[in-house]
């Protein structure tokens, strides 16, 4: 069981909305930035979003990110059925003096 | 354009050893901090080491210090890492990432990029 607690699915409709959470501790995401990934179904993890709320370059202001205290979400707009993925949340642990992922999100686009 | 390569994988015995290397291209090798990740089959994503830009510094998810050195060759763009005594439970694919890493009031670090991987699978 991973720390970091992410709901194992989300679903929603093509054009809708979606939020994924990502939640965790003072020793974790409320001391560290948080960044987020993407990993499309057989591909390598991407980098969606780093520093808790900012899009690398290429990235769609689609996707979007935010942090309030041990919490992070990432949010997803206008859902296309090309965002079917795993997504991951990711921050430093000061306690544990490691990195942690959350389990992943999958997003299914209905 | 960035490039990581990773090569290696392969199947091998429970207590083998194995060794990963990350081919790197399209930046400044020298100057990232370097890591690896792995994934296991349908799971999800665990840190395995970091190493600094200079390769003086390593750390290691807890469980696998001891067992596994990642190591880096800047004059060659290579990252390295080392599998010893290796278990059915590091069967997995085995990715190399940029770490960005920004000293600040707080550390901002991230995986910038990621290669495709590599699979290592563990088993008689």
């Known amino acids: 069981q991973s720390v970091l607690t992410q709901p194992p699915s989300v679903s929603a409709a093509p054009g809708q909305m979606v939020t994924i959470s990502c939640s965790g501790t003072?020793?974790?995401?409320?001391?560290?930035?948080v960044s987020w990934y993407q990993q499309l179904p057989g591909t390598a993890p991407k980098l969606l979003i780093y520093e808790n709320d900012k899009r690398p370059s290429g990235i769609p202001d689609r996707f979007s990110g935010s942090k309030s205290g041990t919490s992070a979400t990432l949010g997803i707009t206008g859902l296309q059925t090309g965002d079917e993925a795993d997504y991951y949340c990711g921050t430093w642990d000061t306690s544990l003096g490691a990195w942690l992922f959350g389990g992943g999100t999958k997003l299914t686009v209905l | 354009e960035v490039q990581l390569v990773e090569s290696g994988g392969g199947l091998v015995q429970p207590g083998g050893s194995l060794r990963l290397s990350c081919a790197a291209s399209g930046f400044t090798f020298s100057s990232y901090w370097m890591s690896w990740v792995r994934q296991a089959p349908g799971k999800g994503l665990e840190w395995v080491a970091n190493i600094k830009h200079d390769g003086r510094e390593a750390y290691y998810v807890g469980s696998l210090r001891g067992r596994f050195i990642v190591s880096r060759d800047n004059d060659k763009n290579l990252l390295y890492l080392q599998m010893n005594g290796l278990r059915a439970e590091d069967t997995a694919v085995y990715y190399c990432?940029?770490?960005?890493?920004?000293?600040?009031?707080?550390?901002?670090?991230?995986?910038?990029?990621w290669g495709r991987g590599t699979l290592v699978t563990v088993s008689s």
């Open positions: 990432a940029t770490r960005v890493t920004i000293f600040g009031p707080v550390i901002n670090r991230y995986f910038q990029d």
């Open positions: 003072s020793s974790n995401i409320g001391n560290d930035y």
